[in-house]
Each structure stands twice: as C-alpha cells, then as structure tokens.
C-alpha cells in the first residue's frame, strides 16, 4: 500500500459510459492520465450477468484511479429526471488545493453543473 493511502481510503471508482471517449477526454482536462483500453474478463462478464463484451479503460491521478467501462450491448440510460436526492444518483469528490482552477478546467472540458 502506498504511503499516500490510509486504511479506509477509496483510491479507485468505475464508472459505465455509453461516451468513453467524451468521459476520459474531460477527466485528462482535470489532470488524470489515460492508459490503455483492455477487455473485461469473461468471468467478470459472467458474474455480472451481461452477454457480450466490455472495455475498461483506466484512468489514474496520483494513487487514485477510476476506471471507465462500456459494453457492446447498452443498457439502460440514466433517467433523464433524477436529482441528487435521487437513490440512484452517484457522487464522486476529487481532493484538490485549487477548486476554483480545477472547476474552470473542468468547465473548459465540457463539465455541467447539476446542483
């Protein structure tokens, strides 16, 4: 484990796209580099329940990471009406020293406020 880590830490998150390449092209404008696209293993299909085949791409900030995954056969959307008291609705906060650089950066990248 690195020394930037704490026991408790969440250091990566994975997100499901129908647009990697929108997604990953905003989280490189914040400072994340990409690496490279890998098929998702047929167990995990498997375990997950879904026929066909994924591709995960990795993304990492310093020990942090997220991956992205998009699947060949879609799912269903995000509802177009749900809000951040919704159960479905997820959060992902990014640490940074400078939130008034990294909120123009992301607006530069496409970025939409939500709440």
């Known amino acids: 484990m690195s020394s930037d880590v704490t ?12 647009a990697p390449q929108a997604l990953a092209a905003f989280y490189q404008a914040i400072g994340f580099t990409a690496g490279d696209v890998h098929p998702i ?7 997950l329940g879904l026929d066909g085949a994924g591709q995960r791409l990795r993304l990492t900030l310093g020990p942090s990471h997220i ?10 959307g995000y509802p177009v009406d749900a809000n951040a008291a919704d159960l479905i609705f997820q959060h ?3 640490v940074t020293e400078g939130a008034h650089t990294a909120w123009e950066r992301a ?7 939500i709440s």
């Not at 293993?41 to 375990?47: L, R």
């Not at 607006?107 to 406020?113: H, I, K, R, T, V």
């Open 41 to 47: 293993a047929a167990d995990e299909m498997h375990m």
């Open 7 to 18: 026991l408790g830490t969440i250091i990566g998150f994975r997100l499901v796209t129908a």
């Open 92 to 94: 992902l906060a990014l």
């Open 107 to 113: 607006l530069a990248a496409g970025a939409s406020p």
């Open 67 to 76: 991956d992205l995954d998009w699947f060949e056969r879609p799912g269903r």
